[in-house]
C-alpha cells in the first residue's frame, strides 16, 4: 500500500516523527536552516501533508504548489505565517499548536523579566570577563519585582500563564483585552483589573506582550506608547516581533524613556535592528520561547497527530478554521 507523503521542513523531536511515519512516507528537510522557497514548492509538489514552521509562508502559491495536499500542520502555535482564509476558501484544514507550550513561553517571559530588571546578562559578561573586583555597593543595581504592578497585552492562555505565575511576587495585574472580553481567571484568581491600553501603559511596571500578530496589533508599541510608559519600565515580548516598532523601542530605550526590554522575537528575524544589541539595558534571546524538552516533544507529537488526522480526512484537534467539517 502506497502510504501518503508528509514532508516536514525542518528537523523536530523524533517522537512526533515516529508517530508519524507509522501511516506516513515522511521526509524530513536534513539541513539545520529554513528551505529555500523554490525548493519546498518544488518537494511539496507531490505531498499530501506538510509540516511547517512559523519561517515557512502558507499562501496560495504554497496551496498552489501542492494540489494534492490534505492540510497543513504548524509547528507552532502562532500563525500569522498561514492565509487562513485562503486555505479554508480552498476547503484545507490548517493546524496550530496551542497548550502544549504556554507554561514554556510564560516561563521564558519570565526569565527575561527578571534578566534584565536585574541586570542579569551585563553581570555575567563582567564575570567572564574576569574583570571584578569584588563586591560593591553601586554596582548592577537593578528595578525591584515584588510588588510592582504587570501588565499584559494579550490575556489569551499563555498571557493567563504569566500573570498565574506572579502570584509569589505580589503584583497587582492589569490586562488589557481586544475584544473587551474579561479574563474570568484573572478576575477571580489575581484580582487582575482590565483596564484601556493607556492605561496599562500608564501604570505598569512590567509590560509583557502575548498579544498574536494582526493588523491591530502590528506596531501596536510605537514611540507614543513607549512615551506613555513610566521611564523605570520594562515591555518583555514572547509574543511576536512585529508587535513592537523596532527602531522606535531602540529610540525609547536610547532616550531613557524606558528602562529596558527583554526580547525573545524581532521585527525582521532574524535581523535585529542595528544599534540594538550595543544596548545595555536589553536582554536578547533568539526565540526560545517554546525551547523545553517537553514543549518541544509534545509539539512534535501535536503536530503529528494533526497531520495524521488530515491525511485520514478527520477534524483535527487543534484546527484553526474547524468550519471546513460543517
Ligand atoms: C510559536 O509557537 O508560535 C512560537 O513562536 C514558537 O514556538
Redesign the pocket.
Known amino acids: 500500500m502506497n502510504l501518503p507523503k508528509v514532508y516536514v521542513t525542518r528537523q523536530i523531536p523524533k517522537q512526533g516523527l515516529d508517530l508519524l511515519r507509522q501511516a506516513a512516507e515522511v521526509e524530513v528537510n536534513p539541513d539545520d536552516a529554513p528551505v529555500p522557497r523554490e525548493r519546498l514548492l518544488e518537494i511539496i509538489k507531490d505531498c499530501q501533508g506538510v509540516i511547517g514552521?512559523?519561517t515557512e509562508r502558507i499562501d496560495a502559491e504554497f496551496f498552489d504548489a501542492a494540489p494534492n495536499l490534505k492540510g497543513y500542520a504548524?509547528?507552532?502555535?502562532?500563525?500569522d505565517n498561514i492565509d487562513v482564509p485562503e486555505a479554508t476558501r480552498r476547503g484545507l484544514p490548517v493546524t496550530?499548536?496551542p497548550d502544549v507550550?504556554t507554561n514554556a513561553?510564560a516561563e521564558c517571559a519570565w526569565s527575561l523579566l527578571f534578566g534584565v530588571a536585574r541586570r542579569v546578562v551585563e553581570a555575567d559578561a563582567v564575570m567572564r570577563s574576569g574583570s571584578w573586583a569584588g563586591w560593591g555597593p553601586m554596582q548592577f543595581i537593578g528595578g525591584d519585582v515584588t510588588g510592582k504592578t504587570l501588565g499584559i497585552v494579550g490575556a489569551g492562555r499563555i498571557g493567563t500563564a504569566m500573570a498565574r505565575m506572579s502570584r509569589g511576587f505580589d503584583m497587582p495585574v492589569l490586562y488589557t483585552s481586544s475584544s473587551g472580553r474579561r479574563n474570568e481567571t484573572l478576575d477571580k484568581e489575581l484580582n487582575a483589573r482590565l483596564v484601556s491600553f493607556e492605561e496599562l501603559l500608564e501604570e505598569s511596571d512590567f509590560i509583557s506582550l502575548h498579544a498574536p500578530l494582526n493588523p491591530g496589533t502590528r506596531h501596536l508599541f510605537g514611540a507614543d506608547a513607549f512615551k506613555r510608559m513610566k521611564r523605570t519600565a520594562y515591555i518583555i515580548n514572547?509574543?511576536?516581533g512585529p508587535v513592537i516598532d523596532e527602531q522606535a523601542l531602540l529610540e525609547a530605550l536610547k532616550a531613557g524613556e524606558i528602562a529596558g526590554a527583554g526580547l525573545?522575537?524581532y521585527e525582521n528575524e532574524p535581523a535585529l535592528t542595528p544599534g540594538l544589541a550595543e544596548l545595555a539595558n536589553v536582554v536578547l534571546l533568539p526565540?526560545i520561547?517554546?525551547?523545553t524538552e517537553s514543549?518541544?516533544t509534545d509539539?512534535s507529537m501535536l503536530a503529528a497527530r494533526n497531520m495524521l488526522a488530515m491525511l485520514k480526512g478527520h477534524k483535527p484537534e487543534t484546527c484553526l478554521n474547524p468550519e471546513i467539517y460543517d
Request: proline residues 0%.
Open positions: 514552521l512559523l504548524n509547528y507552532a502555535v502562532g500563525f496550530n499548536t507550550l513561553t514572547t509574543a511576536r525573545d522575537v526565540h520561547g517554546s525551547g514543549s518541544r509539539m
